[in-house]
């Protein structure tokens, strides 16, 4: 494919990382979805409120974790495509990390313990930063030709 000749034939691992996660973010939502039936909050209810449901904190909690999901997803997508593009395997393998720690981040938020979305959650973050310096070595390569 002449469209894709300047990427690395490895980067189609990072577009693989990256279709997992999008796995991940509807597995998220459908657990929104059950939660949503199971604590009685209806559409369009972003948040329960307590007074009105003796289940609200167990039902933002899992409404938070996904929603926090989707607040990172764009800063996770970009520094994806754009780290992975000097190094695919280290993004890809980084994007993975991230994938599997957002699960048990939101595993642990769902608990309705938030402290708990932390446990093994709080290691995405090394996977962030990890995937910024492949980014800002991506960012370095071009301006130096």
Known sequence: MAAVEFLPKEYGYVV?????YCFL??????QVGR????YNVPYPTLYAIESENKD???FNCVQRGHQNSLEM????FILM?????KHPCISAGLG???SVTRFFYFRGYSTGD????????KYGFLAVFGLMFCTISFGISLIRG
């Open 56 to 58: 609200a904190k167990r």
């Open 81 to 85: 495509i754009l780290g992975g593009m």
């Open 96 to 98: 993975l990390l991230y």
């Open 25 to 30: 973010n509807f597995w998220m939502a459908a």
């Open 16 to 20: 693989l990382a990256l279709v997992f």
């Open 114 to 121: 938030p402290q708990k979305r932390l446990t093994i959650g």
């Open 35 to 38: 939660a949503r039936r199971r």
């Open 73 to 76: 997803m764009p800063m996770f």
